[in-house]
Nanobody, 121 residues
Framework: QIQLVESGGGLVQPGGSLRLSCAAS????????LAWFRQAPGKEREGVSC????????HYADSVKGRFTISRDNAKNTVHLQMNSLKPEDTAVYYC??????????????WGQGTQVTVSS
């Protein structure tokens, strides 16, 4: 069964850090571009970051540049999102996705179920 499973979300104070992970099963991430999206209550889903198959290209939303870092570990079939200097406006459900091209909009073939990130004091 093909699955992407996110982990690492939770409640953190403003200025804190979290590291999200997304593990794949049933397929290999080596041949896929990977991305993180998020959706806050009442808002549309938005692209946060993406990384190409070769890792030579990464993109970030302007709102997270300099604070978030995407990385992939093909040996562990996993993609990560390191989130530093978190702000209340980063609160959202975060989703990982795998697809043919690294874009901030998609399309992506496979999606995880999401992990909640809440930034609050």
């Amino acid at each position: 069964q093909i699955q992407l499973v996110e982990s690492g979300g939770g409640l953190v104070q403003p200025g804190g850090s979290l590291r999200l992970s997304c593990a794949a099963s049933g397929f290999t991430l080596d041949d896929y571009a990977l991305a993180w999206f998020r959706q806050a209550p009442g808002k549309e889903r938005e692209g946060v970051s993406c990384i190409s198959v070769s890792e030579t290209h990464t993109h970030y939303a302007d709102s997270v540049k300099g604070r978030f870092t995407i990385s992939r570990d093909n040996a562990k079939n996993t993609v990560h999102l390191q989130m530093n200097s978190l702000k209340p406006e980063d609160t959202a459900v975060y989703y990982c996705a795998a697809g043919p091209i690294a874009t901030m909009t998609g399309p992506y073939d496979y999606w995880g179920q999401g992990t909640q990130v809440t930034v609050s004091s």
